[in-house]
């Protein structure tokens, strides 16, 4: 079962695991307490959707768990400082999204029941095949609409493991 490593705050995280659990991929929330319990976890992806203040000690178990993981999915739109500050040695795989028309998968339209959004660049899946670059309709319920980034990391965790 993958385990993906979530920051973001407490109820996007709880709406995202709810929605994965049916789908058997499991989440762990990532937090400035959690981290140092986390050494022995290897995570197939880390998610930012929001920036986490860390102590020097801590940006060495996050860099560490970056590195470690074949994913980066970062929310486009906003500055996420503490990656800023990580040196990485590695590349590794990072896809952005949001608004933002320079992130990988980027919105282009909202309506009240569906988002679009445009795979701008390639994205490697999980088992090694190719999403091409195409537009993609996300449906969505009313309750969903307040939520378009919870949506969209849902809807990247979909593509990824083929769901």
Request: glycine fraction near 2%; include cysteine; charge should be positive.
């Amino acid at each position: 079962m993958p385990l993906i490593g979530v920051i973001a705050k407490k109820k996007d995280f709880q709406s995202i695991k709810r929605e994965m659990q049916k789908y058997n991929i499991e989440l762990i929330e990532i937090t400035k307490e959690s981290l140092a319990n986390l050494k022995n976890v290897k995570f197939e992806e880390i998610i930012f959707l929001e920036d986490i203040s860390l102590k020097p000690k801590e940006y060495k178990y996050i860099s560490e768990k970056i590195l470690e993981a074949r994913y980066l999915i970062v929310n486009g739109d906003i500055e996420i400082n503490l990656l800023k500050q990580l040196k990485m040695q590695k590349p590794i795989k990072t896809i952005t999204f949001g608004f933002n028309t320079k992130a990988t998968i980027s919105i282009s339209s909202v309506k009240e029941d569906k988002i679009m959004v445009c795979l701008q660049r390639e994205i490697q899946k999980i088992d090694n095949k190719i999403i091409e670059f195409q537009e993609k309709e996300i449906r969505i319920n009313k309750a969903d609409n307040k939520k378009i980034y919870n949506c969209l990391v849902i809807f990247i965790i979909k593509e990824l493991h083929n769901l």
